[in-house]
């Protein structure tokens, strides 16, 4: 996970590097987020997977 901060004090945004384990964990990797802050999270292989899986399955809404 990647939080994007921008600073009064910088032209280009900070890039803060984060891990949700640790943060979930209590510890200092719990960061607190800015108003303007963006979060990134990159997509592992676990989360693509569960993707695909609830794409196969998905039931079309019937149109009436």
Known sequence: MYVMRQ???MQAPVVIKCSYKAARSGRADNLLLAD????HVD???VIAAIELVKGL??????FF
Do not use: G, Y
């Not at 399955?57 to 019937?62: D, G, L, Q, Y």
């Open 7 to 9: 600073l009064n004090t």
């Open 36 to 39: 303007s802050d963006l979060v």
């Open 43 to 45: 997509e592992n292989r």
């Open 57 to 62: 399955f998905s039931i079309p809404f019937p």
